[in-house]
C-alpha cells in the first residue's frame, strides 16, 4: 500500500519538483517563523517534518506541505495568549496544543469525516481566508516598520500604531517596501525559473549588508544547527478548555487549508486523492511537527502548483525538498544570520496580500447582495472577534439562506390535483383520462425531488386547498428520500384523508424512501392492497372505489 504511492515516479520530474518547492519554501518558512513568535528555526522545521511525513503519509501524490500563512496566524494568536498567561510554560503549551491539532485531524480521517471538511459555502470560505489574510498584514505592520509586533494581537498592534509610526525606522521600512516593491513588480516570465521570494530575500539581504552596519537594524541571527529538542506536552488544567478550542481551531484550519489545495492538485494531475487518508497524514505530521517545537503546517497551494508544473508524480518530490531544507538548516543555517527581519515581514506581507481572495472580492457584488454580505461579515469577524465566531455564524446564516431558497423551489415540487385539465403532475393521457372519470372525486397528490423539513407547511397547504375528495392517491414514485419532519407530515395528510372516511393509495416504487416510510411507520396507516407501484393501476382502483360509493348512494 505505502509502496503504491511511488508507482507513478518520474525520477527527474520528482527530483526538479524537490529542489524547486524547497528553495520556494526557504524564505516562506523563515517568514513564517519569524512571524509567529516561535523564531525563523520553528519555521524551517515546520517545512521540514510536515512536508516530510505529510508526503510519506498522506494522501495525495503531489501535494506540499509546509506552513501557511493561515495557519501562522492562529499559531501566532496561540503562542501570543499562552505566552501572556504563562511566560515560563506557555511555549510548552502552545505546541502542545499543535500536537492535539495533529490528534483531532488523524481522528476526523480516521472517522472517514474528510469529504465533510469543505461542505462549506464558498463565501464563508473567502470571507474567513481573507480575513485571515488581513490579520498577517497586520500583524506585521510593526515589523516593516523597525519594532518588535506588539503584543495583544491585532487590536494591540492597531492600538500602537500611531507610537510605532511615531518612532519607526526608515532603514528598515525602505528594506521592508524594496522587499515588497521586487516581490510586486519582478517579472512574471522569469517566476517559473526562480522564486520571487528568493531574489528579494538575498538581494535586500546583501543590499542591507552594504548598506547598514550588522547593529544598525534587526536581523535573524545564526539560526542553531543540529536538531530540534524535543517539546515535552504541558497541560495546564485551568487552560485545558481553552487548549482544547486552539487545538480545534487549528486543527479546523489545517484540513480546510490542505483539502482545498489537494482538490486544485487534483485538477493539475486529472488524479483524486484519499481525502481522510490525507488528513491522518497531515495530523500526524502536524503532531510530529509540534513535539519538536516546529509550526504546524498545510497543503500549500503555491509549491503544489509548482511541484505538479515541473513534472512531480510522486512523494517523492516531497521528501527530496524536506532532504534539502534539512541540509540548510544542518549546514548552511549561519548563512540566515544577516537576513533582516523587515525583509521577513515584506515577505510575510506579500503573503497576506495574496491571502486576500481578490478573484471573489472583486466580482462580490455582482453575484448577490447575501454572499457579498457574508464574505465581508466573516472576514471583518474573522479579523476582529474570533475564527469560530466567524465561520459558525457565517455557516449558519448562509444554510438559513440555501433553506430558504431551497424550500421555494421544493414547495414548487409540491401538487396536489383533482382536475385532468391541471398540467401540475407529469401524467400520461390515459392517465389523465381515468383522473377525468372521477369527477373531482380524486385528490393526486403527488411529490417529486428531494424532501426536507422545508417543505412541511407547503405538503400542508396543498392537501388542504381541494376538499370533497373521496380517494387521496399520494403519490411519491419521483421522491428519492424524505426527512422525519416531512414523514410526520405525510403522516399528518393521510390521517387527516382516514378521519373523514377517505380511502388513501400509496405510489412509493423508490426502496429508499419507502423504508424511511416504514421507519416513522407511516407505512402502516395504508393497508396492502393500497399500495401501487404504477400510477395507471392507482387511478383504475380509485375510479372502482368512486364507481362503488356512487352506486351504494343511487341504491340508497
Known sequence: MFASRFEDMNLKGDLFGGVTTAIISLPLALAFGVASGAGAEAGLWGAILVGLFASLFGGSNTLISEPTGPMTVIMTAVLTSMMAKYPETGMAMTFTVVMMAGAFQILLGTLKLGKYVTLM????????????????????????????????????????????????????LFLGLLTLGILFCFPRRYRKYVPAQLVALVAVTLLS????????????????????????????????????????????????????????????????????????????????????????????TMGTV????????????????????????????????????????GIAVYVGFNILDWSFIQRAHRVSFAGMAIMYGVMLLTVFVDLIVAVGLGVF????????????????????????????VPLSDSERGLLDMAN???????????????????????????????????????????????????????????????????LCPN??????????????????????????????????????????????
Open 121 to 172: 459555502p464558498y463565501s464563508v470560505i473567502s470571507g474567513f481566508m481573507s480575513g485571515i489574510g488581513v490579520i498577517l498584514i497586520i500583524l506585521q505592520l510593526s515589523p516593516l516598520l523597525g519594532h518588535a509586533a506588539p503584543s495583544g494581537g491585532v487590536m494591540g498592534t492597531l492600538s500602537a500604531l500611531p507610537d510605532t509610526v511615531a518612532n519607526m525606522k526608515f532603514s528598515e
Open 440 to 506: 373531482g372525486k380524486v385528490l393526486f397528490f403527488y411529490l417529486s425531488g428531494p424532501m426536507i423539513f422545508s417543505v412541511s407547511k407547503a405538503i400542508s397547504r396543498q392537501h388542504t386547498s381541494i376538499s370533497d375528495y373521496e380517494v387521496m392517491i399520494l403519490d411519491l414514485t419521483d421522491v428519492p428520500m424524505i426527512d422525519v419532519t416531512v414523514g410526520l407530515a405525510l403522516e399528518n395528510a393521510i390521517k387527516d384523508a382516514l378521519d373523514t372516511n377517505c380511502q388513501v393509495y400509496l
Open 209 to 300: 549588508v552594504i548598506l547598514f552596519d550588522t547593529d544598525s537594524i534587526r536581523r535573524i541571527g545564526e539560526i542553531p544547527a543540529g536538531l530540534p529538542s524535543l517539546v515535552v506536552p504541558h497541560i495546564d488544567a485551568s487552560m485545558f478548555t481553552e487548549m482544547v478550542i486552539d487545538a480545534l481551531v487549528l486543527g479546523t484550519l489545517g484540513c480546510i487549508d490542505t483539502l482545498l489545495t489537494a482538490v486544485i492538485g487534483d485538477s493539475l494531475t486529472r488524479k483524486e486523492h484519499d481525502s481522510d487518508k490525507e488528513l491522518r497524514g497531515q495530523g500526524l505530521a502536524n503532531m510530529i511537527s509540534g513535539l519538536f517545537g516546529a509550526l504546524p503546517g498545510a497543503g500549500a
Open 511 to 556: 426502496d429508499k424512501t419507502r423504508q424511511q416510510l416504514e421507519k416513522f411507520h407511516v407505512i402502516d396507516l395504508v393497508p396492502d392492497d393500497n399500495t401501487f407501484k404504477f400510477r395507471y393501476e392507482a387511478l383504475k382502483a380509485a375510479i372502482k372505489h368512486v364507481e362503488s360509493d356512487e352506486h351504494q348512494t343511487a341504491v340508497i
Open 397 to 424: 446564516i448562509s444554510n438559513i439562506i440555501i433553506i430558504e431558497r431551497l424550500s421555494r423551489e421544493q414547495a414548487r415540487q409540491v401538487k396536489a390535483i383533482s382536475d385532468a385539465d391541471e398540467d401540475d
Open 306 to 345: 509548482t511541484n505538479i508544473q515541473v513534472g512531480a508524480r510522486s512523494p517523492l518530490s516531497g521528501v527530496i525538498r524536506a532532504l534539502m531544507l534539512a541540509l540548510v538548516v544542518l549546514v548552511a543555517g549561519g548563512l540566515t544570520e544577516p537576513i533582516p527581519m523587515a525583509v521577513l515581514a
